[in-house]
């Protein structure tokens, strides 16, 4: 089940909250993006942000369970 952090911080540049996802079988980048990313983030951000943390990030080789992190609106509760 994907999730969430409930621990969500203010991303920088009003680009929604920044919160910690758990990928699911089937997912990409673009799809999470589209599902639960803030509108003001591109799907660059979001791999810009990924890359800030783990410079060898690859959007094209996301694994079941890996964790992300992802510029959400705030209107995506945690846990869902």
Excluded: C, W
């Excluded at 942000?49 to 890996?66: G, R, S, V, Y």
């Amino acid at each position: 089940e994907s999730i969430l952090n409930e621990d969500e911080e203010p991303a920088k540049n009003d680009m929604g909250k920044l919160t910690t996802y758990i990928v699911k079988s089937g997912e990409t980048l673009s799809s999470i993006h589209k599902d639960r990313g803030a509108p003001s983030a591109t799907l660059q951000d979001q791999i810009d942000l990924n890359k800030e943390e783990n410079p060898k990030f690859d959007p094209d080789k996301l694994a079941i369970d890996q964790k992300i992190k992802l510029h959400t609106h705030s209107a995506v509760p945690a846990g869902s």
